[in-house]
């Protein structure tokens, strides 16, 4: 049928805002970046507007995590990507490699 989409239905378990926002203030927190250098720093990095406003809401898991920025936390804050998206970052079993 033309013109129709499937609604995508996430993976349970494999993303959750919470778990992505603490993986996020974790990893902020482990480099000694506040809220403000984070925001500017992705800013710089990506060439899109982020206020504190925004990071704070990601940590608070109340903003949905754009996947085009997951490259850029992962570059910045040297973590890889399953460090934010797998319940166990060590296993990447589970996410089906």
Request: proline share 6%; glycine share 8%.
């Amino acid at each position: 049928m033309r013109g129709t989409t499937t609604p995508f239905h996430p993976v349970p378990g494999l993303y959750d805002r919470k778990r992505v926002g603490r993986r996020i203030k974790n990893a902020r927190h482990d480099r000694g970046q506040s809220v403000e250098d984070l925001a500017r720093a992705i800013t710089a990095v990506s060439g899109e507007y982020m206020s504190p406003n925004m990071i704070k809401n990601m940590e608070a898991g109340r903003k949905r995590i754009e996947a085009a920025l997951l490259p850029v936390l992962s570059y910045m804050q040297q973590k890889s990507f399953a460090y934010y998206l797998l319940d166990d970052p060590s296993d990447s079993r589970q996410a089906g490699y």
